[in-house]
């Protein structure tokens, strides 16, 4: 990754409106000041709630347009047989995703449920068959072995997962994906979210400076607010 930070002219088309439709939805949040505490563990000055997104359809319809088109060129047009979801943030993604696709919809179980048939994936799968995974973002990807796994010992294929927003930052993310046998498909990062957010100006240059700092080192400011460091 370049250590020069992107200007929003450089971003494609894709991440650029990506990044820019969170942002005019308000899903995006800058608070250098006081850190965000991530489910993954990592201290960091951002946060972005993707979930936001289910209640903007003009928003989401040009997600979901842009995700199946690059789902498609990068993985291919035949490739996939279902669409499962990561609960719970990953359901709605999935939901449209599977209809833009024109394939069947699955979501996948934090864990099993403790009743009936303790099921871990809900919706038909079956021997073979061949799963995107699906979840509205991803920090250092770690969340997305767990249902992956799960798919799989269901006796189906996935090799690959797609999320909305990826940070970007954290160092060999994708390469420890790619250990799983799991490519990780992504419309923006970070990187281009800053990009757009100082070109428009949506946040104070003290607030853009603070981000800007974080992505430099993001493990050495994660351990400097209390977060996790390796």
Avoid at 3 to 31: E, M, W
Avoid at 84 to 108: C, F, H, K, N, R
Avoid at 172 to 190: G, M, P, R, S, V
Wanted: glycine share 8%; proline share 4%.
């Amino acid at each position: 990754m370049s250590d020069q930070p992107k200007t929003a002219s450089h971003c494609s088309y894709a991440a650029k409106t990506v990044a820019r439709i969170l942002l005019d939805i308000g899903a995006v949040n800058f608070r250098p000041e006081e850190a965000y505490i991530l489910t993954s563990g990592w201290a960091s000055p951002t946060y972005i709630d993707c979930r936001k997104l289910i209640s903007f359809p003009r928003a989401r319809r040009k997600v979901i347009e842009l995700a199946a088109r690059q789902i498609s060129d990068n993985a291919g047009y035949e490739r996939f047989d279902a669409v499962a979801g990561g609960e719970t943030a990953g359901i709605p993604y999935s939901a449209w995703l599977a209809d833009a696709l024109d394939l069947p919809m699955q979501y996948v179980r934090k864990k099993p449920k403790g009743f009936g048939r303790k099921a871990r994936i809900e919706g038909d799968i079956h021997e073979n068959q061949r799963v995107l995974l699906v979840e509205d973002l991803a920090t250092d990807g770690a969340s997305k072995v767990n249902f992956v796994n799960a798919i799989r010992e269901a006796g189906a294929e996935c090799k690959h997962a797609f999320v909305v927003f990826f940070y970007g930052v954290f160092p060999n993310a994708l390469e420890e994906l790619k250990k799983d046998d799991i490519e990780l498909h992504y419309l923006c990062t970070w990187h281009d979210v800053l990009a757009v957010a100082e070109e428009g100006e949506y946040f104070s240059p003290e607030a853009i400076a603070g981000v800007r700092d974080f992505l430099a080192d993001p493990i050495g400011w994660s351990k400097a607010h209390g977060g996790k460091h390796d």
